[in-house]
């Protein structure tokens, strides 16, 4: 079985690849060669990795993996969950503020807390899978403003 020395995708004994359309010639790199990169790791891993730590590790991996797909997703984490740690403390000055407000205000701002977690740990789960199965899967508004930092629009 050949593969794409540019891509890694699978040739099939083919003059040209399917998918990227460069030219084959006698030697074709194995599968392996699509985890080119400075980290080591396909794509798909590496653009999952970047959310597991929520902007952590998207800072990580935009500053040491150069790849777009990855740029993307460590810049899209970035955005996604620096916002809603900012979000956070927000909130957690208005849910003390609301303490001297009276406890209906207190008691919006922690439904309201309470939805924005749940609602990170959907999109936390989402981005990561989506990452994983190769797609540059973009969050409304978030996504457009992590593809013109990684350079990618």
């Known amino acids: 079985m050949a593969f794409c020395a540019k891509c890694g995708a699978d040739v099939q004994g083919a003059a040209f690849c399917p998918k990227c359309g ?3 010639g006698a030697t ?3 599968a392996a060669a699509t985890a080119s990169g400075s980290t080591g790791l396909t794509e798909n891993v590496a653009g999952l990795l970047c959310y ?3 902007w952590v590790t998207g800072l990580i991996f935009f500053l040491i ?4 797909f990855v740029r993307f997703h460590a810049a899209q984490a970035m955005v996604l969950f620096g916002s809603i740690v900012v979000l956070a403390i927000l909130l957690t000055f208005l849910n003390i503020g609301s303490m001297f407000g009276g ?3 207190w008691a919006f701002s922690t439904l309201l807390w309470g939805v924005i977690w749940l609602g990170s740990l959907i999109m936390w789960i989402i981005c990561m899978i989506k ?3 190769g797609e540059k899967f ?3 508004v978030i996504g457009d403003l992590a593809e013109k930092i990684a350079g990618n629009a």
């Open 103 to 105: 406890w209906i205000l």
């Open 65 to 68: 993996d150069k790849r777009p």
């Open 131 to 133: 990452a994983y199965q």
């Open 138 to 140: 973009k969050v409304p």
């Open 52 to 54: 597991v730590a929520w």
């Open 28 to 30: 074709a790199a194995p």
């Open 22 to 24: 460069a030219a084959q």
